[in-house]
């Protein structure tokens, strides 16, 4: 009978690319993100950053199961893998989506007006007041774990409208791309907390990555410099974030593999929606 064996698939994992997921070039298609999740019925190549060695026992005769990718790092990395080939190339260097809407073209071409701008930020408002009432009202104990996690965005929201009507500006009323999201969100969250995690991590994580860089770029091109209060933390960001990212992998730790899916599946939904309310700065 064989001993322990180790197998080594560095033959297969580590060259590169050797990950092709088939991701239709358009958000409404059919793809959902379990197209370049593992799945018993496809052959699979593993990216680098999961690869790994398996060690099978033949007296057991267990077959190894192969790691989602950034499965090994934790479930955060693996909601990172499925939002960063979201992106388009041109927003950021992992995207791997084609251009079809005008927030997917690179930043630095924005064409942004103030009118657009606060419509996006009362928008952005609108979504922020519904995630922290929903994390405060806790409909599933897990959200109470997001309380207070310094990065809450709404009250740093109210003081820049303040400030946008104190220089004479009109705030305008939320439009259908915040309203829209806000009752999603309200749905999904006391009766699915996979899902509602899933846009809680991408709408803070976007905004602390893309999300400043849109802020720097708009504030240079329309607002003489200011920098917006959304766009600062009390405290480390980058600390702040870690914290989360550690609540968030012990949350789903106690999630099962088809439950952490239908979180990753979610993906998709939070780009639409985030992007039609982006999309509001080029109005
Ligand atoms: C113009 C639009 C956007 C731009 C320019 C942009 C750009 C970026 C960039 C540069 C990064 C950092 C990549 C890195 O770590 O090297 C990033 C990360 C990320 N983005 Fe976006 N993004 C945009 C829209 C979105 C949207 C709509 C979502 C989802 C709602 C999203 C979700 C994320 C997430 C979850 C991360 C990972 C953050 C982290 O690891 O901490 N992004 N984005």
């Not at 007296?59 to 909601?79: I, W």
């Not at 820049?160 to 749905?187: M, N, R, V």
């Not at 599946?265 to 700065?281: P, V």
Request: net charge neutral; proline share 5%; charged share 30%.
């Amino acid at each position: 009978m064989a001993s322990l064996t180790s197998i080594s698939q560095s033959h297969t994992l580590l060259k590169k690319p050797n990950f092709t997921p088939s991701i239709p070039h358009n958000l409404s298609s059919s793809f959902t993100p379990r197209d370049f999740l593992f799945s018993k019925t496809q052959s699979f190549k593993l990216p680098q950053m999961a690869s790994r060695s398996y060690v099978v026992s033949a007296s057991t005769t267990e077959t190894p199961r192969k790691r989602y990718p950034g499965e090994a790092k934790g479930f955060v990395e693996e909601m990172r893998f499925v939002a960063m080939k979201l992106h388009t190339k041109e927003q950021a260097k992992e995207g791997e989506k084609e251009v079809k809407q005008p927030e997917e073209h690179p930043v630095r071409k924005w064409e942004p007006s103030i009118d657009g701008y606060l419509k996006f930020l009362v928008d952005s408002k609108l979504v922020y007041d519904t995630l922290e009432s929903i994390i405060d009202e806790a409909a599933f104990p897990i959200y109470a774990e997001f309380r207070n996690t310094g990065l809450e965005r709404s009250e740093k929201l109210a003081k820049d409208l303040q400030w946008f009507e104190e220089q004479g500006y009109a705030i305008p009323k939320p439009s259908s791309p915040g309203i829209t999201y806000a009752e999603y969100l309200k749905e999904i969250s006391d009766k699915d907390p996979q899902a509602f995690i899933c846009h809680f991590y991408n709408t803070y994580f976007a905004h602390s990555a893309g999300g400043r860089m849109i802020g720097k770029k708009v504030a240079q091109q329309i607002l003489n410099n200011r920098e917006l209060e959304f766009y600062k933390w009390d405290g480390d960001l980058s600390q702040l974030l870690q914290n989360v990212r550690d609540k968030l992998n012990k949350v789903a730790e106690s999630w099962t593999r088809d439950e952490k899916n239908h979180c990753l599946e979610e993906t998709e939904k939070s780009f639409k929606h985030s992007g039609e309310i982006l999309r509001l700065i080029l109005s």
